[in-house]
């Protein structure tokens, strides 16, 4: 919450499964949040939408690298 470099960034954060379920959600408040993630599942998930495979590297100049 609050502002960083010219952004107002308004709080109540949240953490999804890669299915889209939310599996917590900030208060609004200046808190943090400790979230267990399946890895498993999120492997899965990048396995099926072959999230790797179809990404370009060479249109992300400096901010990918191998």
């Avoid at 492997?43 to 191998?66: A, H, M, N, V």
């Amino acid at each position: 919450m609050g502002l960083c470099g010219g952004n107002d960034f308004g709080g109540r954060s949240i953490v999804c499964s890669p299915n889209g379920d939310i599996l917590a959600e900030a208060s609004g408040e200046s808190d943090g949040l400790f979230v267990d993630i399946d890895l498993d599942l999120v492997d899965e998930t990048r396995d099926f939408l072959q999230i790797f495979e179809k990404r370009l590297p060479q249109l992300y100049g400096d901010l990918c690298s191998k």
